[in-house]
């Protein structure tokens, strides 16, 4: 599958400081890419570059091999983390007002349907619910049909039974063909939408793969999780490490770990067994914990 946007040694600077370095990105057609990285890793800087809103300092940034232009800003579609919209507006008239501006869209009847907004078209769009203001901005990053869609941190602030139904609308943009660049704080978000993860840390991509080729690649244990107060006292014994109430113990052979604790006399009765996550692997590649 060819690359629908490249990017080649991008680099972003402020004043001294270099916030992208040397980037180098090629996104699948019909993939979905999940950016992951902790707060001032150049994480926005480098979607607000890919989006054609930023000019990078160097580098270069193709669209099915062509410098982005005006044919570029028209292909894509972006929901915005925070997008500011006219007072007083209710939904349809939100919809057919960003409608108005592109030659290509799609049909709003469809796009309503599709982002479930039929019982809210009437209402001004400040009396809406988190879940159904991003739906509507979702409908009207797709207003004009775009091939490829960027959703910066869609689901930040959603309850989570809104956020795994935004997941679906999500799911179904990509059954049509789309190509999908994600950014999100959530681990389970990037694991359940994205093929495809790329995780920055200082401007530059320090790891990239599928979730599962990512976690194989990098870790060959689970994790044991006790009451801390289980063992207090025997962390250093047991190997293990103390985060608030829970101790987790890593362990590449959880039976020999088990008859370990037992023989230690430890109660087993609240043992939790996990196999490693993306934010187990985020918090090994970038030291930080992934924050709002």
């Known amino acids: ?9 991008l680099r972003k600077r402020y004043r001294g400081v270099t916030a992208v370095d ?7 057609e019909g993939s ?52 500011a919209l006219q007072d007083f507006l209710t939904v349809r008239e939100n919809l057919q007002f960003f409608a108005a501006l592109y030659k290509r869209r799609r049909s709003l009847d469809e796009l309503i349907a599709g982002c479930h907004l039929e019982e809210y078209l009437d209402r001004d769009h400040r009396r809406l619910s988190g879940g159904q203001r991003q739906r509507m901005l979702l409908a009207i990053a797709l207003i004009n049909d775009p091939d490829l869609v960027f959703l910066d941190e869609p689901t930040t602030g959603l309850d989570p039974q809104a956020r795994r139904n935004f997941w679906e609308l999500v799911q179904d943009v990509r059954r ?3 190509t999908v660049l994600l950014t999100t704080h959530y681990m389970d978000e990037a694991y359940e939408l994205s093929d495809d993860i790329a995780i920055m840390d200082r401007g530059r991509i320090v790891a ?9 690649e990098h870790f060959s244990d689970s994790v044991l999780e006790l009451p801390a107060a289980e063992i207090k006292g ?23 770990t088990v008859q370990k ?5 430890v109660s087993l009765a609240q043992l939790k067994i996990r196999p ?11 030291g930080r914990e992934l924050r709002a």
Do not use: W
């Open 32 to 83: 979905c890419l999940g950016l992951l990285g902790p707060n001032g890793a150049g994480k926005s800087t480098t979607i607000e570059m890919l989006e054609g809103l930023l000019q990078p300092s160097s580098g270069e940034i193709r669209f099915r091999g062509r410098p982005l232009d005006q044919h570029y800003r028209e292909r894509v579609g972006i929901q915005f983390q925070n997008t």
């Open 276 to 286: 490693r996550t993306l934010e187990d692997l985020f918090i090994s590649l970038t």
């Open 208 to 216: 990239r793969g599928s979730p599962q080729q990512l976690l194989s």
């Open 176 to 178: 049509r063909g789309k």
């Open 234 to 256: 025997r962390e250093q014994e047991l190997s293990a490490v103390t985060r608030g109430d829970a101790a987790e113990i890593l362990s590449a052979d959880v039976n020999k």
């Open 22 to 28: 040397g980037l180098n990105l090629d996104i699948e």
């Open 1 to 9: 599958m060819s690359a629908i946007l490249t990017a080649r040694e």
């Open 261 to 265: 604790l037992l023989a230690a006399g």
